[in-house]
């Protein structure tokens, strides 16, 4: 199943004016993570997924395209 997962993450990371690297410091992941999922190279799990969005404040269903908001 393909997820707007990658490119939710791009436009959350841009509007918040946050480095990969800032994101994955604060989640505990490596850089090089974070740089494969906004490429879309790796799926995060459902842990990292519940991460991302407890960082930047929005539901995990809007990271995964399932919602607009």
Do not use: H
């Amino acid at each position: 199943m393909k997820t707007n997962f990658p490119d939710r993450l791009q436009e959350l990371l841009r509007e918040n004016k946050t480095s990969q690297r800032q994101l994955a410091l604060k989640i505990g992941v490596t850089s090089a993570t974070v740089s494969a999922w906004c490429r879309g190279l790796k799926q995060p799990t459902a842990d990292n997924i519940a991460a991302v969005a407890r960082f930047f404040g929005v539901s995990a269903d809007y990271l995964l395209g399932l919602s607009d908001y």
